[in-house]
């Protein structure tokens, strides 16, 4: 048996930093692969060449969060913890065996002072990204999208009730309205007027009480929203919207209220991914709106998305079993008869109606509308076609499988994010930061999986040298 000296803990080494960090390090594999120095160029104009004491190194002050999120460290105050203990996050933000470690408000402070309200941090996921993309790893022609719920820093019992007008229109509002307008004159219907007029409210600065609706909103993080879906716990949550290719690599992201629905936040990620040029994007039911449609095959891209199971209830024709006679413009009903068209709604919306008398003698009429007036009502967007092409497209040879790669790819981000990188809630307060958590993050991910690709093409390139 052996037993350790205790005195032998004051002995004295000639040793360097360099020695003790392993080889097969992560943090060094990044530091071989990522150059950090393109941060002095984008935070070059938040620091005086003259005046006031010297900074801490910008590149070793951008490092502090990102191993915080690298390693999914709760907060900041125990990474700094870490790094005094830690030989490899030392050597990786260049600090030696007696440099003092930053403070752990030190990065909280230079936030405030110098990053707040600056695209920053958003501009280095992107820097990153390209780094990864020079390696030829990055296949920018197909695209998964989707959105996640991160659980805010807000206690649900602090909050307080609003009223705020409904939010009638989500994006394309003046194409549609003026698809709407147009769709109406060709059936001899005057176009609307503005809202404003229908109230008597010239200026605009009124509302109608009918078109307010209450809110729920945060005393503690009034950016987040107050989400609520199926069985999940009710909880004020941000929505983080995410864009992957077929590998697995994070594309781009962007931030909302856990309020709003993912047909309207989609337009902002869109933005983000044109500069792309990609030829499809994959998206889940959620996003599967004539005005996503529309935007999508507008840009010549292609919207590959699932079925929608229409919302009818059990016992009743679903909307399918009601063909559409493009000649006549009319609907016709698995009796025979035809459903005629009436108006256009502010929607968007055909409205198109069967005939009463015909429907009360029916013998179809409770399996069509439980309709006091016996009246059956059908709706078809301005937009239809669309949603029909995008019905085309699911259906081709091939389709099938390129959507189930969602599972490995977007999906599997938000399951590594959550389960590994610290997201399934977050102690950021406001959209902003929230905002630089997530950037650093899917940079983490993004840089992470450049180490694991390079590792594979070495061993291959071993294997067939």
Not at 275 to 295: C, Q, R
């Amino acid at each position: 048996m052996i037993t350790k000296n205790k005195e032998n803990k004051g002995q004295i080494q000639m040793v360097s930093l360099e020695q003790l960090v392993p080889e097969d390090h992560l943090l060094r594999k990044i530091d071989n692969l990522i150059d950090f120095s393109f941060i002095y160029d984008l935070v070059e104009d938040k620091y005086s060449p003259d005046f006031g004491r010297p900074s801490i190194d910008p590149v070793t002050l951008i490092k502090l969060p990102l191993i915080q999120c690298m390693f999914g460290i709760r907060s900041m105050r125990q990474t700094i913890q870490e790094i005094k203990v830690n030989v490899a996050y030392r050597w990786f933000l260049g600090l030696d065996f007696f440099d003092d470690v930053p403070h752990f408000s030190t990065f909280a402070k230079n936030y405030k002072r110098r990053f707040e309200g600056t695209d920053l941090f958003e501009q280095i996921f992107t820097q990153i990204l390209y780094q990864c993309m020079k390696h030829k790893v990055v296949d920018t022609k197909t695209f998964f999208v989707d959105a996640t719920h991160v659980k805010a820093a807000a206690n649900n019992k602090k909050a307080t009730k609003i009223l705020v007008a409904k939010k009638t229109a989500k994006f394309f509002d003046e194409k549609l309205n003026e698809e709407i307008d147009k769709d109406r004159e060709e059936h001899g219907k005057k176009p609307f007027k503005d809202k404003d007029d229908d109230n008597g409210n010239e200026g605009g600065s009124g509302e109608d009480e009918g078109n307010l609706t209450e809110k729920k909103v945060s005393t503690t993080d009034p950016e987040s929203g107050w989400f609520h879906k199926g069985e999940h716990k009710e909880v004020f949550a941000y929505s983080v919207e995410s864009a992957s290719d077929r590998n697995g690599w994070i594309m781009g992201y962007t931030i909302h209220p856990g309020n709003e629905h993912d047909s309207q936040t989609f337009p902002a990620i869109y933005e983000k991914l044109k500069s792309f040029n990609p030829e499809m994007i994959v998206a889940d039911a959620g996003y599967k709106t004539p005005a996503i449609a529309k935007l999508l095959l507008d840009d010549g891209v292609i919207p590959l998305m699932p079925y929608r199971r229409p919302m009818t209830k059990k016992g009743f024709f679903r909307k399918y079993e009601y063909v559409y006679d493009e000649i006549s413009d009319s609907y016709i009903c698995p009796n025979g008869q035809h459903l005629t068209y009436r108006t256009t709604n502010r929607e968007g919306y055909r409205e198109y109606k069967s005939n009463p008398r015909v429907c009360e003698s029916c013998p179809y009429l409770g399996r069509c509308t439980n309709s006091k007036a016996h009246q059956k009502l059908i709706t078809r967007h301005v937009w239809e076609k669309y949603i029909e092409i995008c019905e085309e497209v699911r259906l081709s040879k091939g389709m099938k499988e390129i959507y189930d790669n969602r599972k490995q790819t977007i999906e599997r981000i938000f399951g590594t994010a959550k389960e590994n990188h610290g997201m399934r809630y977050t102690q950021m307060v406001g959209k902003e930061k929230m905002s630089m958590k997530v950037g650093l993050t899917f940079a983490c991910m993004n840089m992470k999986k450049l180490v694991k690709i390079m590792e594979l093409r070495e061993t291959l390139n071993s294997c067939f040298a």
